[in-house]
Each structure stands twice: as structure tokens, then as C-alpha cells.
């Protein structure tokens, strides 16, 4: 086949190889005893959403909606959309469940999120998320509970330096008011705005604090800060989060341009970063959205969650030297004739029905003894079972330690389970 021809992933949309699964495995199993612990449920809902749904939910003048969504229009005419995150999913099946209704959900969801982005590293155009949100709960208890789960989240993952920013947002009405004083002051540097923030000036001037650009980072910095326009309920919600994480010990830090990139967030917002990994700082985002479930047809629910990409945080784990239990075989069961391949995988199958836990591979396709047993070695199994053409005859097998120079050890096919499990246990 031509290099031209050769068939490739699609560029941003990677493989993840059984070499790297052990990571991915191993952050989703630990969340995911986390979330049990905290009371959340899971929840799985389509990858693919109506458009019309995004636009509504995360804002028509945002960089997601208007650069980096793969939307397509389906044979009946409908334009759908591959989800770019995933709250406004999970909100539109709170209220097509009617799940909302005098209740109270916590919830969570992982799978993969799509944006066309450019690709580098830490930022894909298919990218993972696990995503936590909660229904039905008004007060800053619960944004401290979430922000709490996050840090215990990365203690059990052994992720160290993560630094908290967190900010408010205000309510609707007061960050009204602030974008009427944004507004004016980028309406006095109008000359130094890029195309996209004069667009966003009339609509949504919050947005431009959201700006990638550095031509305009002196301006950014130099804007109103949302926080001096707090109303007093937000004021005083903010200040009993942080009481809340300072009761804990959470370290965090003030972050007045912190404002996220949907626009469907309200008082609350965070954000997990790190040095350690590039331009791509941020490994976990959330914050409150009280308005979004009334805002898509719901009744008004105050809600909050937060979303991590995997990737990155696999990524920073390997940065950071994290080691993690590996999954390897513990048992290869060698074949060697055809009478011992003709018993063995009978006799492998009463071996995995004794001993439920215990991961067997056996091999198949033949091969010399040699051969099988640096396949045994290369699968990381700890011991060998060892089958030839006299073992088959006389109901025996050979048992090999892989990892030490001991001396294989031969019992009856009646002992073998209970022979496997006293040595794995030792």
C-alpha cells in the first residue's frame, strides 16, 4: 500500500493502545469509587445532540459554537451535532426524563467529546471527559462539596501542585449590569479589538475576556473586574464557599478573569491548573449554571458540575512519575501437542470457573515449548501451567514460577485450582 494510501486515525483522534490502557483504567476506576462514595449515580446519554441544543445552552457568540463544533445535517434534514461537552446533554435528559421534578440528582457521565481545534498536545479534536453534576441543590455547601471531591480525587491518584482559581460570576441581572460597564470600556479601545471581539462587543463583551489573543492581553488585564459588581447575595454565597474550603485546608486563589468559555454559567466558577504541562494549563472546569435548566425549557433548577479531561490528567500522571498497580496476567497456560491442545482450554475454562479473579491467558495456535514459554514471560504472568502430550495422559500439570528460580512444581489436574490459588495469594 502507497504512503498515500495508508490507512490513518484522523487527524486530533487518536488510538489509545493496550500499552497506555492501564492509565485510562486506572483513573476511571478510582473516580469512579469516588463518585459512589459522594452519592452520585451514573448516567450515559447520546454523543450526538440536536445543534440547536449547544447554541441555546453554551452561546451562539462563543469560540465552541462558532468555530469548533462538527455539525452535520442527517438524511431528514436535521442539523445534529457530535457533542463538544457534555452538560447540555446531561440537562436536556433531566428534563426529557422528567427527573427534575420535586428532585434532587447527582449524577455523572465519561465518554468522548469532539471540537475542531487545531491539534497539539493535551488538546485533541476527539478528547475524553468525565463529568459530575448536580440538580436541585441552591447553596455554596455543595459547590464546596464538589470542589472537595476534585481534591480528593487527586490525592488518590497521587497528582500533585494543582493550583485552584476560583471566581463568581454574580447572578444574571448583576452580570447584566457588569457587561453594560465592560462594554463601555472596550467601546473607549475599540481600535486594539480583533475582529472577533468586535462582533462579540454589543452581544456578549464578556466574551472578549475570554480572548486567545496577545495582542489584546494588556487591555484583557486592564478591563473592570466582574467581582467589584457582585451583587450581595453572590457576595455572600463566594465568601461561604471559601470559608468552606478554608475549613478544609483547600488552598485556592482568587482568579477575577476567571469567567469560562460557555456562557451558560452563574456565580461559581473553577478551575484546576497546572505548570507542568504546557499551554494547556487547565485539567478540570466547572462551575454553576442555576439558569441553564429553566433557560431549555426545564423548571428553574439551580445546578452545578465540573468536567475533567482525561487525557490530561493521564498525561500529568506520567509527567509526574505516578505509579499505578498494573493489570498483567497472572496465569499463562502452555500447550505444547496436540492432545494437550485438544484437553487444555476444557481444562483452562474449570480453572477460570475455581478461580473467578484470577486472569488466565492461554496459548493458542500452537507453537514450540520454547516459544510458549517467552510468550508466558513477555505476557507478565507470574506463573506457568504447563501442559504437554505425558501431562494430558496422566491428568497432570507443571506449574512454573516466572519470577523466581524455584523449581516447577507437578499436580493433579483435582489440585491445580486450589495449587494456583495458595501461591497468587502468598
Known sequence: MSSENKLQAIRGMNDILPADIAYWQYLES?????????????IRV????????FKRSIGELTDIVEKEMYTFEDRSGDSLTLRPEATAGLVRAMISNGLLHNQRQ??????????????????YRQFHQMDVEAFGYAGPDLDAELILMTARLWQRLG???????????GTTQSRQAYRDILRDYFKAHQDQLDEDSLRRLEINPLRILDTKNPAMATLVANAPLLTDYLDEESALHFKTLCHHLDLVGIS??????????????????????????????????GGRYDGLVAQLGGEHTPAMGWALGEERIINLMQVQGVQIPLTTVDVYVVLVGQQAESVGLALVERLRTQLPSCRIDTNCGGGSFKSQLK???RSGARYAVILGEVEAQQQRAAIKDLRSDSAQEEVTWDLLGNMLQQRLVR
Open 30 to 42: 478510582t473516580a469512579r469509587a469516588l463518585f459512589a462514595e459522594y452519592g452520585f449515580q451514573e
Open 46 to 53: 447520546p454523543i450526538v445532540e440536536h445543534t440547536s441544543l
Open 106 to 123: 447527582k449524577v455523572w457521565t465519561a465518554g468522548p467529546m469532539f471540537r475542531h481545534e487545531r491539534p497539539q498536545k493535551g488538546r
Open 159 to 169: 497528582i500533585q501542585r494543582l493550583v485552584l482559581n476560583i471566581n463568581s460570576l
Open 252 to 285: 485556592y486563589v482568587i482568579n477575577p478573569r476567571l469567567v469560562r468559555g460557555l456562557d451558560y454559567y452563574s456565580r461559581t466558577v473553577f478551575e484546576w491548573v497546572t505548570t507542568e504541562l504546557g499551554s494547556q494549563d487547565a485539567v478540570c472546569s
Open 375 to 377: 510468550r508466558a514471560d
